[in-house]
């Protein structure tokens, strides 16, 4: 999996889980706001009973009050004829066994006697003296409603009080008012069975009227003036006294959380039972496991998050120290050439056009072979460092290979481009001239510019365009700077035409063997001819050599070619030996590419065989060049075609680089003077290149070496060489290359 998707999928997972921590959160707290809300719920049904239950009890125990009080007052009825006080004090018996602490009669003027435990016999009291409470319950009396009065404090009695009055009647008009008491403690009583929290009967102004709890020394409490609870809990309390249904409602005093029920009491309008209890520690602990939950799945998501983000962070350490390595040059530090064709790619994709340059170093395996590697390193570090310094914003390059570097400059006019590049260079060469005084330092370079590629694949085609252009400036001597143009642009579909249609055209036998004819100096008689290969479509000469033998040779076709035309080579003698014609060598070129061939001279020595001929009638041109590469290989092979019978000669000498000592240590039969020599002679008035002539051939001699000269082409180049001893001619001056029958024709059947 590449590491572009591991970091998606590591993003992709790192999104799932938050969102799924979200879920978790969210299903968490849904949980334990259901659980809080049924809890709740049991918690308010739970004092909501209670308060029901304490409030039937208190309305069993007024009515029971109530119903003593009546009794009482029927009493009195018997006795119309006695005084308010006697007629009071014949109760006192009646009362003590009653839990009334304090009994009073009234008459019609508001006028009576009051009879208490503490005092001896009725003391006389005047209604308006007396608490409004008691007063509005005696005026209800009054008329014909018994009823009970709000608690008040009672001085007398030492602590609050709750009044009944019910009216006495005399002939069944009421002829007076009976007044109780009864300490609203007593009514405490009915919370004995309470095994939790408080309860309370409360009047609506905060009055309490009997509750579980001890309140103030006067006996008396009332709620909002409490100094213990917060004015926040006391407006709670009034909302609820003014909630004419069961309300309930919670607050927190001193860390714990109290739940509230408050109930109106219909038996005792204007008061309600309140109910509070504490959730004894359940409810903590449901908060607390839900509050562990959350701690869990936080850390658990913090924890795999972080993990989450170490494995990114990891990943992004391994990118860049696998981008080091897979994207830097070892040796200079700049990018390579992978990293340069992915800039490239996305600098593509922009509008504006950009310029590719390939430069080269001229002669650069052989700057290494004199100087050494380390001082080539050197060398292309500077290089570089000044090419570091020499590119804008936008612009990149890289080392792709040994001495080729690769630049990305931003499209300008050739001009600016040249003028650029050759300051670059100018630079480049002052420190390698520093190093190396005498060995002054050439590039080549091939540009092209990014501009309409209307291929699918803009990146080879442009590369292919630089390497184009960079294969023409190769052509030149000293610093050469080539574009890739539209000549460049013909020559390219020329090639692809060819390398389209080579295969096809080796099949369908369009490749013809044309001879030239190799003429003996001395007598002017026939010595031999050169195979030389012509593409013939449809009777009519398609490509030049020169048009498609380099490009074989890139391309590794000229290896088959190459077999091909030793067979024709082969077949032609095979013919003129079979019609008892006079023979003649035949010279095919070979490529420097069949000497890496495993099996290369078995496989020449095959084909003579086949056409049971001698190798000794074909001769090898192979290139000066070749010797260079990889003298040991190219020796050992020239034996082994030796041992089978084959002659070797050397073609074009004098334009490569073989040293006369590479000459000497390989088995040459023939040395074929490049056409050069021709020319050049014959421009030359000091005569300097008739005496190298002369000096080659007299060589030559003296190492059992035949000569050929190459490109005669008039009666003077064949006087001159006649003059040098010169074997061979070859030329137009005898003929250009013929068709194979037509060489029979003219040459042998003579
Ligand atoms: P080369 O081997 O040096 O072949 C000689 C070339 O010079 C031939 O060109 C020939 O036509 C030309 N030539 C001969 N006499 C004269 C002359 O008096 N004046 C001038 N100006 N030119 C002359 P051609 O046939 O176009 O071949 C070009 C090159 O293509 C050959 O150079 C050779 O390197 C290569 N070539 C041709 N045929 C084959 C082949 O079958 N295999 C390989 N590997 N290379 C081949
Ligand atoms: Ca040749
Ligand atoms: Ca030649």
């Known amino acids: 999996m590449g590491e572009k998707k591991i970091r998606a999928r590591?993003?992709?997972?790192?999104?799932?889980?938050?969102?799924?921590?979200?879920?978790?959160?969210w299903v968490l707290s849904y949980v334990s706001q259901s659980v809080s809300n049924l809890y709740l719920t049991s918690i308010h049904d739970r004092l909501e009973e209670q308060a029901i239950q304490y409030e039937n009890s208190f309305h069993f125990k007024l009515d029971a009050d109530l119903l003593t009080l009546r009794a009482m007052a029927g009493m009195l009825q018997d006795h119309p004829d006695q005084d308010a006080k006697t007629m009071l004090l014949g109760l006192q018996e009646a009362n003590n066994a009653s839990q009334f602490v304090r009994l009073a009669y009234f008459e019609e003027d508001g006028c009576g006697f009051r009879l208490s435990s503490k005092e001896e016999g009725g003391v006389p009291v005047c209604l308006d003296q007396l608490p409004t409470a008691l007063q509005d319950v005696v005026a209800l009396a009054w008329s014909g409603t018994s009823s009970f009065s709000q608690a008040f404090y009672d001085p007398h009695v030492g602590s609050k009080v709750l009044a009944s009055a019910t009216p006495v009647y005399t002939d069944g008009q009421i002829c007076g008012v009976l007044v109780s008491a009864v300490e609203s403690d007593v009514y405490a009583e009915i919370f004995s069975s309470l095994n939790s929290g408080t309860a309370a009967i409360i009047c609506h102004?905060?009055?309490?009227?009997?509750?579980?709890?001890?309140?103030?020394?006067?006996?008396?409490?009332?709620?909002?003036?409490?100094?213990?609870?917060?004015?926040?809990?006391?407006?709670?309390?009034?909302?609820?006294?003014?909630?004419?249904?069961?309300?309930?409602f919670e607050f927190t005093y001193?860390?714990?959380?109290?739940?509230?029920?408050?109930?109106?009491?219909?038996?005792?309008?204007?008061?309600s039972m309140v109910i509070t209890d504490t959730d004894h520690g359940i409810s903590t602990s449901v908060s607390e496991i839900v509050r562990l939950a959350y701690l869990a799945v936080g850390l658990f998501s913090i924890v795999s998050v972080c993990f989450m983000l170490i494995a990114l962070w990891l990943l992004r350490r391994y990118r860049i120290s696998l981008s080091s390595i897979a994207y830097y040059d070892s040796l200079t530090g700049a990018y390579n050439k992978a990293k340069f064709l992915q800039l490239l790619e996305e600098r593509l994709k922009q509008a504006s056009p950009c310029t590719v340059v390939a430069v080269n170093i001229r002669k650069f395996?052989?700057?290494?072979?004199?100087?050494?590697?380390?001082?080539?390193?050197?060398?292309?570090?500077?290089?570089?460092?000044?090419?570091?310094?020499?590119?804008?914003?936008?612009?990149?390059?890289?080392?792709?290979s040994a001495d080729r570097f690769l630049i990305c400059l931003e499209a300008s006019e050739e001009e600016t481009t040249e003028y650029r590049l050759q300051t670059m260079f100018t630079q480049i060469s002052q420190v390698a001239d520093s190093m190396h005084p005498n060995y002054p330092l050439y590039f080549y370079c091939g540009c092209a510019s990014s501009v309409s590629y209307a291929s699918d694949d803009p990146l080879e085609e442009l590369m292919g365009h630089v390497m184009m252009a960079l294969d023409v400036a190769k052509q030149g001597q000293r610093t050469t700077i080539s574009f890739y143009n539209a000549q460049l642009h013909e020559q390219?579909?020329?090639?692809?035409?060819?390398?389209?249609?080579?295969e096809q055209a080796l099949t369908a036998g369009a490749f013809k063997l044309f001879l030239?004819?190799?003429?003996?100096?001395?007598?002017?008689?026939?010595?031999?001819?050169?195979?030389?290969?012509?593409?013939?479509?449809n009777g009519t000469q398609a490509f030049f050599p020169d048009q498609f033998i380099p490009l074989f040779e890139h391309n590794g076709f000229c290896v088959q070619l190459d077999y091909y035309m030793v067979e024709q080579a082969c077949r032609q003698i095979r013919a003129w030996l079979d019609e008892g014609l006079p023979l003649v060598p035949?010279?095919?070129?070979?490529?420097?590419?069949?000497?890496?061939?495993?099996?290369?001279?078995?496989?020449?020595?095959e084909i003579a065989a086949k056409y049971q001929i001698s190798p000794s009638w074909i001769t090898l041109e192979i290139l000066e060049g070749l010797a260079m590469e990889d003298v040991?290989?190219?020796?050992?092979?020239?034996?082994?075609?030796?041992?089978?019978?084959?002659?070797?000669?050397?073609?074009?000498?004098?334009?490569?680089?073989?040293?006369?000592?590479?000459?000497?240590?390989?088995?040459?039969?023939e040395l074929k003077l490049d056409r050069s020599f021709m020319v050049q002679a014959k421009l030359d008035k000091q005569g300097n290149h008739r005496k190298i002539l002369a000096a080659i051939i007299a060589m030559s001699k003296n190492m059992n070496m035949s000569t050929v000269a190459e490109g005669v082409e008039t009666a003077d180049s064949e006087q001159m060489l006649q003059e040098l001893s010169c074997d061979f001619g070859q030329g137009y001056y005898y003929s250009k290359p013929i068709p194979a029958a037509e060489f029979q024709q003219l040459y042998l059947r003579k």
Not at 11 to 19: N, P, T
Not at 207 to 229: E, M
Not at 518 to 527: F, S
Not at 590 to 596: A, D, G, N, S
């Open 632 to 669: 040991e290989l190219v020796k050992q092979c020239l034996d082994e075609l030796h041992s089978y019978g084959f002659r070797i000669s050397m073609d074009d000498f004098g334009t490569g680089y073989s040293s006369l000592h590479t000459l000497g240590s390989l088995h040459i039969d």
């Open 365 to 400: 395996k052989f700057r290494n072979e004199l100087f050494g590697t380390p001082d080539s390193d050197v060398l292309l570090r500077h290089m570089c460092t000044i090419l570091y310094q020499h590119i804008q914003e936008g612009e990149f390059f890289c080392r792709d």
């Open 254 to 271: 001193q860390g714990t959380d109290y739940y509230n029920c408050v109930l109106p009491m219909e038996v005792f309008p204007g008061s």
């Open 516 to 537: 030239q004819p190799k003429i003996r100096l001395q007598d002017g008689t026939l010595g031999g001819a050169e195979a030389l290969v012509r593409w013939i479509n």
């Open 492 to 502: 390219e579909k020329l090639q692809n035409y060819i390398e389209n249609h080579m």
């Open 586 to 605: 035949i010279s095919v070129n070979q490529t420097r590419l069949l000497f890496h061939q495993t099996g290369y001279p078995q496989r020449l020595r």
């Open 10 to 25: 590591l993003r992709r997972l790192i999104v799932i889980f938050l969102a799924m921590c979200v879920a978790i959160f």
């Open 205 to 248: 102004n905060g009055n309490v009227v009997a509750s579980t709890r001890t309140h103030t020394p006067d006996g008396f409490y009332n709620l909002f003036s409490s100094p213990y609870l917060s004015d926040d809990i006391k407006e709670q309390y009034r909302a609820a006294f003014e909630d004419p249904k069961v309300s309930f």
